[in-house]
């Protein structure tokens, strides 16, 4: 296997990227580590062609350190810095997002970003789309060469990519135990060119050697926030003894191959032609597994390895939901079981306005309100009414030509009414969805199927011809709060 591939037709990386995430940990205690002492142990990994190296606003001083490394480099061209952007929820302005790729690029002394990712946290709020609007806008002005998302899921991937957002890759959990991104996602990369920068590859060293054989460990022997992170995984894929059983299986292959469990976990996933490249953590200065992790790229798994692997994997209990779904709704498969360590609070998409003691209303500003007189959602009682609604965010219509992405991105609008009179999606009893061509029914039907899974409401599906241009679908909902 290669060492490097091309992610985009400028941007060659290599298989296996090295994650500075440990950063934040060595600092937690405010103890900053000094950039140049510590950049010079990230040389053994360019030396060894892993020349590729994932940050984060929030990795601690990782961006300083990289930009440092990078700028004494004696290749620094081969040298790619990737790093994200984890706005808090709430509205985004372009200076928002100018003052955040400015930031990164003062912090790693660098002229653009290679790789500039973006992670939202609430999607009934269109706000994500804004700042993917105005992160395209700097590509173009050159301060970012390229634009990946983490931890998306496929609906709204689908959503940003059909929009007309030149994403080159998407950040996201993937494992022998998390198999999720083999649903839906890797049809969508397929079809945009979009590939995957898979992490977790080692399930937080839960797939190594070292837990072979050994008793379930309690909520207090976990040492680290990966390692609280991933049993929560472990737990939703059928527990313990289905995970021994993986790893026995996993020990036998590695065995055949004469090298560790670790290496074949992460070697599996590069097997997926849709993962660009593994993101493996390092502790710089702490523990260098470089010799270990480049012999990922010479394994060579055969039929029955993968089958040996796959049998296993069919004892597992599918993770639940699309990727990135750990972070947005329940079961929260993070640290703490929940975001109380990302967020104090998402805020409500819009204002509610009341009208009298029984009804109120929202409005969601599109200028379709205000000329044809009406509300985005009124409240009476405990029913709310949610008008028709299309792809429409401000003065942009959101899906390009395809009707699917129109219907999640409706969908969306949808829930952020619900949500901001104190209701959500589970509360729907009523649908109804007017396409402008019959012929576009069933994406529409598979989109609103996926998104109402479980709740199921009552539903009607007619041809009619839509107002505005370029626009495939139009939904209304009736919800009625529980509470």
């Known amino acids: 296997m290669q060492h490097s591939i091309q992610l985009a037709p400028d941007l060659q990386i290599s298989r296996i990227i090295t994650g500075l995430w440990q950063i934040a940990d060595m600092e937690r205690h405010g103890n900053l580590l000094d950039p140049l002492e510590t950049s ?17 606003d929030h ?36 200076v928002d997002v100018k003052e955040a790729v400015t930031k990164a690029l003062k912090r790693m002394q660098q002229s653009h970003i290679d790789l500039m990712q973006f992670h939202a946290w609430h999607y009934p709020d269109p706000s994500w ?32 990519l059909a929009s007309g957002i030149p994403i080159v890759s998407n950040q996201i959990c993937h494992s022998l135990i998390d198999q999720r991104a083999n649903k839906d996602m890797v049809n969508l990369c397929k079809q945009y060119g979009t590939k ?17 054989g050994q008793p379930e460990p309690s909520t207090s022997e976990l040492s680290t926030w990966s390692e609280m992170k991933y049993k929560r995984f472990i737990d939703a894929a059928g527990g313990w003894e289905v995970y021994q059983h993986l790893l026995n299986e996993v020990k036998q292959v590695a065995d055949k191959h004469q090298v560790s ?9 590069l097997e997926n032609p849709e993962v660009a490249s593994i ?63 990302h967020l104090e609070s998402i805020p409500k998409v819009f204002d509610i306005i009341p009208i009298s003691n029984t009804k109120s209303q929202i409005y969601s500003g599109t200028v379709w309100e205000e000329f044809a007189g009406y509300s985005r959602a009124v409240k009476e009682g405990n029913c709310i009414y949610v008008s028709g609604t299309t792809a429409t965010h401000k003065a942009k219509m959101i899906g390009g030509n395809d009707p699917a992405a129109q219907t999640h991105f409706i969908i969306d609008k949808i829930e952020a009414a619900l949500e901001s009179f104190g209701g959500n999606l589970t509360d729907v009893v009523r649908t109804r969805i007017f396409v402008n061509n019959i012929n576009d029914w069933e994406p529409v039907a598979r989109a609103h199927g996926k998104r109402f899974s479980g709740i199921n409401p009552a539903n009607t599906l007619v041809e009619a011809k839509l107002v505005g241009e370029g626009y495939l679908v139009e939904i209304e909902a009736k919800a009625i709060l529980q509470s």
Not at 261 to 269: L, V
Not at 317 to 331: F, L, V
């Open 40 to 56: 010079v142990h990230m040389k053994p990994y360019a030396d060894a062609g892993l020349t590729s190296f994932d940050m984060a």
């Open 59 to 94: 990795y601690g001083s990782s961006e300083i350190i990289a930009g440092t490394f990078k700028n004494n480099y004696n290749q620094k061209d081969k040298i790619k810095l990737f790093t994200k952007w984890v706005p808090s929820p709430g509205s985004i302005s372009k």
């Open 129 to 160: 789309l804004d700042g993917l609007f105005y992160l395209k806008e700097l590509k173009e002005e050159g301060l970012i060469k390229h634009i990946g998302v983490t931890n998306f899921d496929t609906s709204h991937l689908q959503i940003a």
């Open 196 to 212: 995957i920068l898979a992490f977790g590859t080692l399930a937080g060293g839960f797939l190594t050697d070292k837990w072979l």
């Open 261 to 269: 469990i670790a290496n074949i976990s992460s070697r599996f996933i």
């Open 279 to 341: 993101i493996i953590g390092a502790r710089l200065g702490k523990s260098e597994h470089i010799t270990d992790n480049k012999r990922i790229l010479s394994i060579d798994l055969d039929t029955e390895d993968i089958q040996t692997i796959q049998n296993a994997q069919n004892r597992l209990k599918p993770i639940p939901g699309d990727c990135g779904d750990e972070y947005r709704k329940p079961p929260f498969l993070t640290a703490s079981g929940d975001l109380s360590h």
